[in-house]
């Protein structure tokens, strides 16, 4: 069952009415004042609502008092550190490799699945100095890969599916979504460039998920993600 205090919570916080929320969920107000009123145990709107509200849904559902999922997947920096201090050679890096292996994968983008002058626009949006390089009609290399962890929720739910732009290196902080590699371990997190090129500050969108800064030794850039599809509910 929905928490309703929790939500009309959340809605004061956002400054919403119920209608707005209705409208944010695409359903009838009637269907909300039904869920808050009490009038109705039907939990079928609360993945939406917890989406739409930017919390997890055992919160919404009054299962947990920790507004955001425990991460699942990830590991601690101290981790990530010891993987780093052991990285050997010819480390498999998931979807690191696949993104230059697969030309069956960038065949079904650009001809089965999406325009590539949609693909081409998209990423001008987000690294523009491909084309201004390349010319208006490049396509830059791409790959599709499911979100597999929490670590990015809300902004990014765990499957949930992304186009990366592999071709994209500049790092300037106005859009902020990148899928690295960081000692081996393959992970799409928000990078922010620290003063005087010292390299990095990764960090997620769940405040569970650890934030930690690197040098750009240790920061394998795979490419920009500029674009999130997700299964409607």
Known sequence: MIDRERVLGLLDEHGWTQATLARACDVTPSAIQQILSGKTKNTRLAPTIARVLGVS?????????????????????????????NKLFGYDRGFTKRIYDDSDLNDALFNKVYDPYWIRRQVARVSPELFIENGPDYTPPLMSEAIGTDAMSPTLIKGDHVLISAASRTVDGDHGIWAISYGGLPMIRRLMPLPHDRGYRVSADNPAAPTFEAPKAD??????????????S
């Open 57 to 85: 849904q055992d919160y919404i559902t009054g299962h947990s008092p920790d507004r955001y999922s425990a991460v699942s997947g990830d590991i601690s920096p101290d981790e990530l550190a010891n993987i780093l201090k």
């Open 219 to 232: 920061i394998e850039l795979i490419g920009i993600v500029f674009w999130i599809g997700r299964m409607l």
